[in-house]
């Protein structure tokens, strides 16, 4: 069972969080600007990283805060957990 950080709650099973994908997804300032293929790329295209990978979750079923984590794709090993909006830890 792999074991995550909140950063409000400590550490919880990982069946109380539920991922949302990659962490910092900006969106398009003028959306109304951009090209289909732009937006579709906004919405659709995802890094899908062998290592490394910055991510957001949400404690679902705890404080139901989002924050963000980088984890190994390859050993699902947590190597930074840190709050929306604050910067990456280094490695
Ligand atoms: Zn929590």
């Avoid at 709650?9 to 949302?20: A, H, K, V, Y």
Wanted: aromatic content about 10%; hydrophobic content about 30%.
């Amino acid at each position: 069972m792999l074991l995550i950080e909140c950063p409000w709650c400590g550490p919880r099973e990982e069946t109380e969080f539920s991922c949302g994908g990659e962490a910092h997804i900006v969106r398009p300032p003028s959306p109304d600007t951009l090209a289909d293929e732009e937006w579709g790329e906004y919405l659709f295209m995802r890094k899908n990283p062998r290592g490394a990978h910055l991510e957001q979750w949400v404690h679902a079923h705890g404080c139901r805060r989002w924050f963000n984590v980088r984890r190994d794709t390859v050993t699902y090993k947590i190597t930074a957990v840190y709050k929306v909006g604050g910067s990456v830890p280094r490695q």
